[in-house]
């Protein structure tokens, strides 16, 4: 059983940045694949971001180039780093893991364990 834990969400203004961590409990996070999701009010849950035990990363069109998700496995914590914040980034962030360590899915589908969600609002 994996138990994931998120923080550093809040309110900003548009063009600020955020980062957001997640720490798992339960198993090391060197034998997981990690991912980030979101999800707004009234929208389905999207895919941001995935990163393998090996850090191989992939990220939504919607965040390339403006966010950044790394791992510190020595730390069992996940990181996502949110630059030039938009209003549309407004959501609520969730961590996702699986025991796949080379699993960098881009559905929901592909992860077993999740986090309870923090919330990221990004005013304009």
């Known amino acids: 059983q994996v138990q994931l834990a998120e923080s550093g969400g809040g309110l900003v203004q548009a063009g600020a940045s955020m980062r957001l961590s997640c720490v798992a409990n339960?198993?090391?996070?060197?034998?997981?694949?990690m991912g980030w999701f979101r999800q707004d009010l009234g929208k389905e849950r999207e895919f941001v971001a995935a990163?393998?035990?090996?850090?191989?990363?992939y990220y939504a069109d919607s965040v390339k180039d403006r966010f950044d998700i790394s791992r510190d496995n020595g730390k069992n914590t996940l990181y996502l780093q949110m630059n030039s914040l938009k209003p549309e980034d407004t959501a609520v962030y969730y961590c996702?893991?699986?025991?796949?360590?080379?699993?960098?899915?881009?559905?929901?589908?592909?992860?077993?364990?999740w986090g309870q969600g923090t919330q990221v609002t990004v005013s304009s």
């Open positions: 996702a893991a699986d025991i796949t360590p080379w699993n960098t899915g881009l559905h929901s589908d592909d992860y077993t364990y």
């Open positions: 990163i393998s035990w090996n850090h191989e990363s």
């Open positions: 339960g198993r090391a996070l060197n034998t997981l694949g």
